[in-house]
């Protein structure tokens, strides 16, 4: 893997002489472990003008939630505790001669981006803007390896909780067993806080889970995901608890299944983000539920669960294969509860199969 860090450090390093700087520094968490392997909470990344540099607070341990650093870098330990390793790079940077320094000011603090002009006063700090997230939206076959696993992890851990006994438990209480099934099968963590709702709750995109607890005929809706060495995804699905479903619910339901399905045929290389929204939305739209529809109907995923690309009505842009994706829409009624089918996919061409589908848990509308 140092040789795939060695060229990612390099694509960037192109980009930013293009641009007329020297050196870049990144510090954004996500974007350092793209491009470092791993890294220490606070490490930030100095590429150039001389040798690339990760200065971290501490040393880089083994932690699998870290990553593993690339042998390939030289890292410099902060000598004193309290000190910030951005600063640590400016000052690097400038005493080697570098006229100008791009820097990820997205990420920066005012007080962090003048503490590093004062160390450096003849450096230009210029923007380096959003490149290293761009950079990431097409991922490898090893991204999507880790993607793939963290999805089976997910299908394991929400597949065994279908087959426990549901009614009577709260919210809470199935969301924390479920973060603990994840771990149990090998992620490094949840991706994110897990989304239990049921009844009025259900079909709430990212319900905070509370202490109500599972009732017959409740709609259930989960959202949940693994990260593993990094690589988040996530799962959505709803079910009917304890009877058959009524009929408004199957209506609801096939409603929104078709729009998601129509999300997922829509993910071809080449496609316009707006029109995979459309795909979607618009089937929604035109029963009436335009109202209460999220404002988007995927987003990329990768070392972040949400990054670009944005699938919403106003993105610009078009896909790439090799760019995973959720397609996740979901329909909430006031009083009543809702449908959130969500699955994370990666896109191919037709000549590979079309999307892959990484998320397999069933999307039939069950009774458990």
């Known amino acids: 893997m140092s040789e795939v860090y060695a060229v990612r450090r390099g694509a960037l390093r192109d980009r930013c002489a293009a641009a007329g700087a020297a050196a870049a520094l990144v510090s954004r968490p996500a974007n350092v472990r793209y491009l470092a392997g791993g890294a220490p909470p606070g490490a930030v990344l100095l590429l150039g003008p001389g040798e690339d540099v990760l200065f971290s607070p501490r040393a880089p341990g083994v932690e699998h939630t870290e990553g593993r650093t690339d042998d390939r870098l030289r890292v410099s330990v902060l000598p004193v505790a309290g000190g910030d390793p951005a600063v640590a790079a400016a000052d690097l940077a400038g005493s080697s001669g570098a006229e100008s320094l791009a820097v990820e000011e997205h990420h920066l603090t005012v007080a962090r981006h003048r503490a590093m002009g004062s160390v450096?006063?003849?450096?230009?700090?210029?923007?380096?803007?959003?490149?290293?997230?761009?950079?990431?939206?097409?991922?490898?076959?090893?991204?999507?390896?880790?993607?793939?696993?963290?999805?089976?992890?997910?299908?394991?851990?929400?597949?065994?909780?279908?087959?426990?006994?549901?009614?009577?438990?709260?919210?809470?209480?199935?969301?924390?067993?479920?973060?603990?099934?994840?771990?149990?099968?090998?992620?490094?963590?949840?991706?994110?806080?897990?989304?239990?709702?049921?009844?009025?709750?259900?079909?709430?995109?990212?319900?905070?889970?509370?202490?109500?607890?599972?009732?017959?005929?409740?709609?259930?809706?989960?959202?949940?995901?693994?990260?593993?060495?990094?690589?988040?995804?996530?799962?959505?699905?709803?079910?009917?608890?304890?009877t058959a479903p009524a009929d408004w619910q199957i209506e609801l339901y096939d409603l929104v299944f078709a729009a998601q399905r129509a999300?997922?045929?829509?993910?071809?290389?080449?496609?316009?983000?707006?029109?995979?929204?459309?795909?979607?939305?618009?089937?929604?739209?035109?029963?009436?539920?335009?109202?209460?529809?999220?404002?988007?109907?995927?987003?990329?995923?990768?070392?972040?669960?949400?990054?670009?690309?944005?699938?919403?009505?106003?993105?610009?842009?078009?896909?790439?294969?090799?760019?995973?994706?959720?397609?996740?829409?979901?329909?909430?009624?006031?009083?009543?509860?809702?449908?959130r089918i969500d699955d994370t996919l990666v896109v191919r061409p037709e000549a590979d199969g079309g999307p892959e589908l990484l998320t397999i848990t069933t999307k039939e509308l069950l009774a458990l």
Not at 214 to 240: H, K, N
Not at 273 to 298: E, I, K, M, Q
């Open 263 to 339: 999300g997922r045929e829509a993910l071809v290389p080449g496609a316009a983000y707006r029109d995979v929204d459309h795909a979607a939305r618009n089937l929604l739209h035109s029963a009436g539920h335009g109202g209460s529809l999220a404002p988007w109907t995927g987003h990329g995923v990768g070392l972040e669960i949400d990054e670009d690309p944005q699938l919403a009505p106003a993105a610009m842009g078009k896909l790439d294969a090799c760019v995973p994706v959720t397609v996740e829409p979901g329909v909430h009624l006031p009083g009543r509860g809702g449908v």
């Open 120 to 242: 450096a006063p003849r450096l230009r700090l210029a923007d380096l803007g959003t490149a290293v997230e761009q950079q990431r939206v097409v991922k490898d076959e090893e991204e999507i390896a880790c993607l793939r696993i963290a999805a089976e992890i997910t299908d394991q851990a929400l597949g065994e909780l279908l087959e426990s006994i549901l009614v009577g438990r709260t919210e809470r209480h199935l969301a924390l067993e479920l973060e603990r099934r994840l771990v149990d099968h090998g992620a490094d963590g949840p991706a994110f806080a897990t989304s239990v709702a049921t009844g009025p709750n259900s079909g709430r995109g990212r319900h905070r889970p509370s202490d109500r607890r599972v009732e017959e005929g409740d709609f259930l809706s989960v959202c949940l995901g693994a990260s593993y060495r990094g690589y988040r995804c996530e799962i959505g699905r709803t079910f009917v608890i304890g």
